[in-house]
């Protein structure tokens, strides 16, 4: 379809980069962009988001500095999701002091709380537990009201042995009255909404769907 267009504009090449980011194909994403600057199409935010997370998802680091660069010569300033973008690139491929001295470099801009989690979760991925303790404390200091920051804070206090803290996480949580909204997920078969949450299955089906995944690890096993 794209292929078919006679001009296509900035909204048709930032859909196709994304589509190939999504799915993997950074390279694919990078030339297509380097294409739609050659010839004379001007990105948009948007496009340039789509860019970095192709480089994320794909592990080219050096791409993604060089569209980081592009995007600054262009005079964009970059925002949350680009951060975030640069944040995830390099935290996937086990550059956490890179990716933490790019946060550091945000101030005296506040870096958004979608930034810190991004970083913690690099910290997880790579087992750097001690790292994670110091974000997830930033995190909870960026929104000291949500409850999700409490667990993540308490999830990251365990994995790093600190079971105090723990502890202590837990009571401030209670003292609050702070609870975690419960996590579900929806499907829709033969226009019928089928709802599943964490913490209890109210389906009318849930035995049989268990029984079902214990015969599908069963076979994995095997």
Known sequence: VFDLMDEPNVMAWTAMISGYGMHGFGKEAIDLFRL???QGIYPNEITFVAVLSACAHAGLVQEGREAFAIMKNYGMMPGTEHHVCMVDMFGRMGLLSEAYHYIKDLFPVQPAPAVW?????????????????????????????????????SNMYALAGQMERVEMVRNAMISKELKKPVGYSIIEIDQKAHLFSTGGMPHPESMAIL????????QIKA
């Open 211 to 218: 029984q079902f995944l214990d015969e599908l690890v069963q």
């Open 117 to 153: 989690t991004a970083m913690l979760g690099a910290c997880k991925l790579h087992k750097n537990y001690d790292l994670g303790v110091e974000v997830a404390d930033n995190l909870f200091a960026a929104e000291p009201d949500n409850a999700g920051h409490y667990v993540l804070l």
């Open 36 to 38: 739609m600057i050659n």
